[in-house]
């Protein structure tokens, strides 16, 4: 199974590094930091914990997670509704069809349920681009935003995923509000931390500074099972493991890689040296090995222009394509319980 929907920062694609640090049991599991849930999935298929509190900032992601728990066949209606609207609709279309949804989402949604309008913003988030969740002043401080590739062939959203989440957050404790109020001490939970990452553009509306972390490396340093994950951009988690096991891994990441200075926003550089893979596009398979350097290969064979400056669409399936640069990724890790193998 899978998460509801694609998540900027999302854990599917690392699960496997954290895989040999994983507790062999629980009796709770406790994630303060949901957004896509990719752990929640992995423990709710792998150890069935009796006990589960789940948890984000964002309460308008969170009423999806409620909606779909308490009224699926509601939630289902509306998004069916939208879906067969927008999937007839040329891509000109379908993109006027994603920002008038977009804006009564953003301005007509006191006059709609609470299930209404986690399926409207569900919608949006399917056809959304690439997994970023940004709030604009043009959309009433609410999700804003652009359209994503807007290609699906036959459907918007997978049945059975939504069925299984359904089914998986029956007895799940769902909350929206600081990490504090969503966990205690406990010495057979399992606790997994997967705070905004240090410094990012990327922190969904939320920022969460050093003394926040601080205080969340406290408080994890004092459980027994617990997982502290973030992105090592410079040293200042070097000396903030406390007690906590420390594992580093390089990761790719799509979102959040500019940096807050004095004068605005910089890109952020890898600390180590960038690594590209040999991988052909997948509209010809002819394309040479990427060289970081030179003009970007084939890429959409209608596409006619300078092949230095592709269009976004295009710019948009290479980098879907290949790897940008790694940067080092960590996982904190508690050091006083046994491990799954």
Known sequence: MKPLFIWAGGKTRVLKHYAPFMPSSFETYYEPFFGGGAMFVHVMNTYQPKNVVIN???DDVMN?????KTNLGEFQQRLDSLE????PLSKDD????YFDIRHLHAWDYQEWSKTFEAATLY??????FNGIYQLNKNTNGRYGTPSGLLNQKDKVYDRNV??????ALQNVTILSGDWKDSVNDDDNGFFFFDPPYRDSFADYGNGFGDDALTDLLDFADKQKRVFVANRADDDW???QSRSMNVHYFDITYTAGRRRRTEDGFVAKKSK???AFQDRPCDSCLKCPPFDHSAPIPCILKKWRGDPTQPPREAQHKWDRQTDSPPLTHFLYYGNSFPHRH
Do not use: A, V
């Open 162 to 167: 939504l069925s299984w989440w359904h089914n």
């Open 237 to 239: 988690f070097e000396d």
């Open 56 to 58: 984000d900032i964002n």
């Open 84 to 87: 067969s609207q927008y999937l």
């Open 123 to 128: 919608f949006l988030m399917k056809t959304g």
């Open 272 to 274: 180590r040296n960038p």
């Open 64 to 68: 999806i997670y409620r909606e779909i």
């Open 94 to 97: 379908r993109k006027k069809f």
